[in-house]
């Protein structure tokens, strides 16, 4: 009888595999920031293994990856959306398609491993395992850059959770973190099939990550050194962050913050993305009026507007007392719908309407470093740049750190800025940098080379914070010298070996007898 049942719960879930695979991939997305529900993305991941095992057509199994992707990507970027509530009675009605359209977009990404898995499932379960593991990996290099790219929530992201789990990330970035991810999960599939070497594997894995992020940890000198900078963020609600009536009061906001304390020993008072709402370029008032937010003798990092001639760009500018301008960043990786508009004249006739409220901002040069008298040159990021592996940082002329100026304000009180801030953290362990991050609506953070925030402000919180940057303002790490490409090269080369094993098993027995 037990049997029985079980066999009938069973062929339920194979008979219902998309849905199944759907509510496994809506499961794995709880592992990403903020509920970093670690274990519940790991038995997603597994119950996944356990269901292809039971399916035999090669289409079927890639409808599972796809679904389960699905859920996973929809899940993870549900807030996506809200971006189009700001101006609900013009976007309102895309709300649905931003939902459900990332989910399924991205689930496409999650075919090709569930597909090798079932290809390689002739070749023993490690080896489907680790082949899973690297062309998992493989993909989310792909997603990094295919039709501009988005990296948003690569698996590995979910050991953001805590400092300690991030470390090996200055080994091979979060693509290598994403491989380890699977084979835990891997691991305890084994587990579930009699391998005892799973459970060894498993624990071996977790006290390694464990070891070396408390060594790496251990080895860093958290000194305060003699920068200061002032975050400010004045949690403007992005419906008045425009509004042409409010724009004065918000720039009196910023100017007012930034002077509620004494500004003499700040060096670096930082604002977030466009927060200054006027073309200081030509307006002189207003640039007046700036002037008293600049430190003595310091500098003003702000988010502007710039245009020349009818181009506009989403610029990061550099203030001194004077007012004059020290350095300007120009954002090089726009973001598609919504800094600019994909392929518009091909757009079907009905969008157009739509489109037309969307501007077209000019792209810059990206690894803009700037330097400003004796000190270190930073290097300047604007919003989601932060998120793309190895495109942060010049790998030939490094900066001491980055200056990452945001608005996840179009997001509200959503997961988008909690993941936003963890893909900061990432950046920051990969390359031994620290990242300092000014939001309009937050999360503004101080971030360590180790990925450890050394202050912050809450979501959605206004205030200012003073915050001493760190004394080792970068440390050098494995990472930074190799890039992705080496992880990607790795994974291929893993590929490869696994695709070809039994024929060089074959090989090697022929030759033995």
Not at 312 to 320: C, R
Not at 451 to 470: S, T
Request: with cysteine; net charge positive.
């Amino acid at each position: 009888m037990v049997e029985q049942a079980a066999e009938k719960k069973e062929n339920f879930f194979i008979k219902h595999r998309k849905t199944t695979a759907l509510v496994l991939g809506l499961a794995a997305a709880f592992g990403f920031a903020p509920s970093y529900a670690v274990l519940v993305t790991l038995c997603s991941l597994l119950a996944a293994f356990v269901l292809i095992d039971k399916i035999q057509n090669l289409r079927q199994v890639a409808a599972v990856g796809y679904w389960y992707g699905f859920g996973m990507f929809a899940a993870g970027f549900y807030w996506i959306g809200n971006a189009l509530l700001i101006d609900a009675a013009t976007f309102g009605w895309l709300y649905p398609f931003a939902l459900f359209g990332a989910g399924a977009f991205f689930g496409l990404f999650t075919i090709v491993p569930f597909m090798v898995w079932h290809k390689f499932s002739a070749l023993g379960i490690w080896h489907k395992i680790v082949a899973f593991a690297a062309t998992w990996v493989l993909m989310e290099w792909v997603r990094s850059f295919i039709l501009t790219g988005f990296p948003w929530n690569p698996l590995g992201s979910v050991f953001a959770f805590h400092p300690v789990w991030m470390q090996t990330a200055s080994l091979w970035g979060v693509y290598g973190l994403s491989f380890l991810v699977v084979c835990l999960a891997g691991s305890l599939y084994a587990c579930c099939y009699g391998q005892k070497r799973g459970a060894v594997v498993f624990f071996a894995m977790l006290l390694f990550m464990m070891g070396f992020g408390v060594w790496r940890i251990g080895q860093y000198k958290p000194y305060a050194g003699e920068i200061t900078v002032r975050l400010v963020q004045p949690a403007i609600p992005q419906q008045m962050k425009w509004n042409r009536q409010a724009l004065e009061e918000n720039f009196a906001a910023y100017i007012e913050m930034s002077r509620q304390k004494p500004l003499t020993n700040v060096d670096f008072v930082i604002w977030g993305e466009t927060a200054i709402p006027f073309d200081l370029d030509r307006d002189w008032r207003h640039l007046q009026q700036l002037k008293e937010a600049v430190p003595p003798q310091g500098y003003l990092i702000g988010g502007m507007v710039r245009f020349d001639g009818e181009k506009a760009y989403n610029s990061l500018y550099v203030f001194n007392e004077e007012g004059g301008v020290e350095g300007v960043y120009d954002k090089s990786h726009l973001v598609p719908f919504g800094e600019y508009v994909p392929l518009r004249k091909y757009l079907p006739e009905w969008i157009k309407p739509v489109a037309a409220n969307m501007a077209d901002f000019g792209s810059g040069k990206k690894y803009k470093n700037i330097k400003i008298n004796d000190y270190p040159a930073f290097g300047a990021l604007i919003c989601y740049e932060i998120i793309f592996p190895s495109e942060v940082v010049n790998p030939n002329e490094r900066p001491s750190w980055l200056v990452v100026l945001s608005n996840d304000g179009w997001y509200g009180d959503s997961a988008g800025p909690h993941q936003h801030l963890a893909a900061a953290q990432m950046r920051a362990v990969e390359e031994g940098i620290t990242v300092v991050r000014s939001a309009n609506s937050g999360i503004s953070a101080v971030v360590n080379p180790l990925g450890q925030i050394v202050a912050g402000l809450p979501l959605n919180e206004r205030g200012i914070l003073d915050v001493r940057l760190p004394h080792y303002l970068s440390v050098p790490t494995f990472y930074a010298q190799c890039r992705s490409t080496t992880v990607v090269m790795v994974m291929c080369l893993i590929l490869c070996f696994l695709a070809t094993y039994k024929k060089l098993n074959k090989i090697l027995s022929t030759k033995n007898s």
